[in-house]
């Protein structure tokens, strides 16, 4: 596999940095290169935030994504940023509960799904990144689920271990999305 850029992006308090931490511990247990990069305002919650992350089979020359191969956008503003940079053939996920898709690209694929609804009606709240994720683990193959779910266990602090089946489910859910 060559490199695969990925840029999330949304409010904080959406779970950016942790999706992306989660996609940074998959590459890490399949034994790849990887960078992440969280970024984000200073009002935190509620500002904008996004956080870049690489995996590859080569060293890492830059851990900054500008042109994202994946697009994991969770709001409105985020999707309007960010879309266009989105290299030809890539794919955009995005929470179609929160986000009209107008886009002129038709170079690109874009994959909705009402994840926050979906969150909501399944009692998972803050969910709506995991259920993302499940998406693009079906739609791009990026590692096994068994390696991702590895990788919540990982990233779930141990005080808050009792949501790690809420975040499986979550997964299950996106991937029959």
């Given amino acids: 596999m060559a490199a695969t850029e990925i840029l999330l992006a949304g409010f904080g308090g959406q779970g950016i940095l942790f999706a992306g931490k989660i996609l940074a511990y998959c590459g890490l247990m399949d034994d790849k290169e990887l960078s992440w990069l969280p970024s984000y305002g200073p009002e935190m919650r509620g500002g904008t935030c996004n956080c870049s992350v690489c995996i590859s089979d080569e060293p890492i020359g830059s851990p900054l994504v500008l042109t994202p191969d994946i697009l994991i956008a969770m709001n409105q503003p985020?999707?309007?940023?960010?879309?266009?940079?989105?290299?030809?053939?890539?794919?955009?996920?995005?929470?179609?509960?929160?986000?009209?898709?107008?886009?002129?690209?038709?170079?690109?694929?874009?994959?909705?799904?009402?994840?926050?609804?979906?969150?909501?009606?399944?009692?998972?709240?803050?969910g709506s990144n995991i259920i993302l994720l499940g998406k693009l683990?079906?739609?791009?193959?990026?590692?096994?689920?068994?390696?991702?779910?590895?990788?919540?266990?990982?990233?779930?602090?141990?005080?808050?271990?009792?949501?790690?089946?809420?975040?499986?489910?979550?997964?299950?859910?996106?991937?029959?999305?």
């Fill in 78 to 126: 985020s999707f309007d940023k960010f879309v266009k940079a989105v290299r030809p053939g890539g794919k955009v996920f995005f929470d179609s509960t929160l986000i009209d898709a107008a886009t002129d690209r038709t170079d690109i694929q874009l994959f909705g799904i009402p994840s926050q609804q979906l969150a909501d009606d399944n009692a998972l709240k803050g």
């Fill in 137 to 177: 683990l079906k739609e791009t193959q990026i590692c096994s689920l068994d390696t991702m779910k590895k990788a919540i266990e990982k990233v779930v602090p141990p005080k808050k271990a009792a949501l790690i089946p809420n975040n499986y489910k979550a997964i299950e859910i996106g991937m029959n999305s």
